[in-house]
């Protein structure tokens, strides 16, 4: 994770190799400038902090790559003649201490980069080999924040360490240290590297100095699957609380501040139980991966004190409903369902379930969504208990089984029936039944024997709908022609699978809605008694809104980080898109804002060259060569396009044309984009069916 510090949001980037060395070389130029000290941007086609051989010379001190330990220190012992390459003696290295390199294989060493810095900004020279060896060393001793500048970097411990999150202990120490050196306890050169750090400066700029005088801030977190991003925006909102609360200590109505601040803490903590259900899954990579990305907006008083709070989500992964990737799981909540289906159906109070019962099994391999991936069971997680907690949770938020609970397992119990469902041809129904069916024969819809009772009458009862218009939208669709006549198509047995999958996604997409929905109208009605102690809080509101028109917030965004997976597809590519997008806006803020900052105060720093992605997004985005732009132009045109066509079209409007696109250098069904993080092979398969997402009007 990295944050960065910026006027009105605040916001936090992945720990990505790339980007950090290129943010700290902005960095370093500015504190360069202030040591009167001037750094050039690397010849063109040289990597950052490379050698420049002209200048190199015998006892030099240099960076170089290492297999074990990522870089290690060499002194140079002799330079070749030609000045290619040079003899390099390696003190730490077990075996092979003295090496010959060339010169492309060695970079500038300081005197700054061994130091331990708790913000790596203050190096001088900074490239990629000093910051991997000072988060490496920090990293070993339980350092697992530290700054460059406004950005933090975090590396995830995969363990507890002690008193880390200790908010009230974190507060007294940096009271003391400002006590200590004469700052203010808010001052931002005293702040260690934490989250707790990012969490104040988040709170001090939208409380500002004097009342009202704050603007909306935002704390972006991001970074790969597993680097512990739901954990850190947690932790981050333990710290708000905390703030407020000290902040309704100084109010004349402490009491029922304290109280709205519990209501929040406990909607917050709930929710993110809840959330975790409907949109984790375990993954190749992450045993509990989101799978989503979330917006957390915390309203404020203008005296700084919690208000109310909001959840939006964007970009859930609805393909995983239908085409999980192999050894994945699909969603939790369908297996903590089925897990706990002794519990549901036992419940001799609910007389629905004599009137709609689920005809669920607790054998999860009786269904094919669940079964896909050749995965069910995650290492040490009781799905049973993990349901019996998120009924506990829905309880406590309001959503009772009667009033949302039932409607929802219903809901559940139908998408994993309809996952169940075959189609089956007229041609296969004749050789079973003879000739007499003819053409005109609709597809047949067919319940396996494995889901026993089941049929189609009983799922139109579990959704609500009549049964026989059901039976009928499931295997036709109309269209209106050109002469506004209603024309009935009959679907082949692959179209009407297709709609029955764009079907199901739809229903998940629409439940997970709702569940966000009721969290929020939970959240409201549990804090609305905040509304009479300050300003009604908005429900939306734009980071770069100013202060005297709209309410004070501080936003949480949980995203994404950049994906490289095994087997990357549509998901990938939707994923890494947004991180490009957020990488622009990092690159603005570090440093298109920054220089121009400099040069309006007159402060002469050397320019700082930093790689623009705008080619990289305009070949993802732009239409109307775009990739997904003509993605989405093949199933506008609703042409049987294959996967294999779309790549030739791929390769034809890119393929040596564009700098960020390239393929394979064998023969395959695969195309590379080179993004700000490193190249990426995308695989084509499924590309059109993750894509075929759009209902029938019938359905």
Not at 484 to 512: H, R, V, W
Not at 517 to 544: D, V
Request: glycine share 6%; with cysteine.
């Amino acid at each position: 994770m990295l944050a960065r510090r910026t006027p009105a949001p605040l916001s936090v980037r992945p720990p990505s190799a790339k980007a950090s060395g290129k943010a700290s070389n902005a960095f370093s130029s500015n504190n360069s400038s202030s040591n009167q000290q001037q750094h050039q941007a690397p010849p063109a086609g040289a990597a950052l902090g490379q050698i420049e051989a002209a200048h190199l010379l015998v006892g030099t001190k240099v960076w170089v790559a290492d297999a074990k330990v990522l870089w290690r220190v060499g002194e140079v012992q002799s330079i070749a003649a030609d000045r290619l390459s040079a003899q390099i003696y390696l003190p730490d290295a077990t075996e092979d201490q003295v090496q010959t390199l060339r010169m492309t294989q060695l970079f500038t060493f300081d005197a700054s980069h061994i130091v331990d810095h708790a913000d790596v900004a203050l190096m001088n020279n900074m490239h990629e080999a000093p910051l991997l060896h000072v988060l490496r060393q920090r990293f070993e001793r339980d350092q697992i924040y530290t700054f460059t500048a406004d950005i933090l970097l975090s590396i995830n411990p995969y363990k507890s360490i002690p008193l880390l999150y200790d908010v009230v202990g974190f507060m007294t120490r940096r009271q003391d240290a400002a006590a200590a050196s004469g700052e203010s306890p808010n001052s931002d050169s005293s702040a260690p590297p934490h989250l707790f750090s990012i969490a104040e400066k988040a709170y001090t700029g939208m409380k500002g100095v004097v009342p009202g005088s704050g603007t909306p801030q935002s704390i972006v977190i991001s970074g790969e699957s597993g680097a512990g991003k739901t954990e850190a925006s947690k932790y981050i909102m333990k710290y708000l609380a905390t703030a407020s609360k000290h902040a309704a200590g100084n109010s004349s109505k402490t009491a029922t501040s304290t109280g709205v601040h519990e209501q929040i803490e406990e909607c917050v903590v709930l929710s993110n139980l809840i959330l975790e259900s409907f949109g984790n899954a375990k993954t190749s990579r992450n045993d509990n991966s989101s799978r989503f990305g979330k917006y957390i907006q915390i309203h404020y008083n203008s005296e700084g004190r919690m208000a109310g709070v909001s959840i939006r989500h964007f970009l859930l992964e609805k393909t995983r409903l239908v085409r999980p990737e192999a050894n994945e799981r699909n969603y939790h909540i369908f297996y903590q369902m089925l897990a706990g289906l002794d519990s549901l159906t036992s419940e001799a109070s609910d007389p629905v379930d004599t009137e709609r019962p689920l005809l669920l099994q607790s054998d999860v391999w009786n269904y094919t969504l669940l079964t896909r991936g050749d995965c069910v069971e995650v290492d040490g997680v009781d799905d049973a208990t993990e349901f019996q907690q998120l009924r506990r949770c829905l309880e406590q938020l309001g959503m009772d089984n009667s009033s949302f609970q039932r409607p929802m397992f219903e809901l559940l119990a139908a998408i994993l029936h309809l996952g169940n469902v075959q189609f089956d041809s007229p041609s296969a129904q004749e050789a079973e039944s003879g000739p007499d069916l003819g053409e005109d024969a609709p597809t047949r819809v067919i319940f396996p024997e494995s889901d026993a009772g089941v049929d189609l009458e009983h799922v139109a009862m579990l959704l609500g709908v009549e049964a026989a218009e059901f039976a009928t939208k499931m295997v036709t669709q109309t269209t209106i022609t050109g002469r506004g006549s209603i024309l009935e198509i009959k679907l082949t047995p692959e179209q009407a699978k297709n709609a029955m999958d764009a079907f199901c996604k739809y229903l998940y997409g629409e439940l997970f809605h709702h569940v966000i929905l009721r969290i929020n109208a939970c959240a409201k009605q549990q804090t609305a008694s905040s509304q009479q102690s300050g300003p009604k809080p908005r429900a939306h509101g734009g980071a770069g809104a100013s202060s005297s028109t709209a309410p004070p917030f501080i936003g949480i965004l949980d995203i994404f980080g950049f994906e490289v997976m095994q087997r990357n597809s549509l998901e990938q590519l939707c994923i890494n898109f947004t991180n490009e997008t957020l990488q622009q806006q990092f690159n603005k803020h570090v440093f298109v804002l920054e220089q121009e900052r400099y040069a309006r105060e007159g402060i002469a720093v050397s320019p700082v060259e930093f790689q623009d992605n705008q080619r990289c997004l305009d070949l993802i985005q732009k239409p109307p060569l775009g990739l997904l732009p003509l993605l989405e132009e093949q199933m506008l045109l609703k042409r049987k396009t294959t996967d294999k066509q779309l790549l030739t079209i791929y390769h034809g409007s890119h393929l040596d044309k564009h700098a960020s696109y390239a393929k394979p250098r064998f023969e395959c069904d695969e195309f590379i984009i080179r993004h700000y993080a490193g190249d990426v092979t995308y695989d084509i398969h499924d590309f059109i069916a993750k894509n075929t997402d759009n209902l029938h009007e019938d359905l």
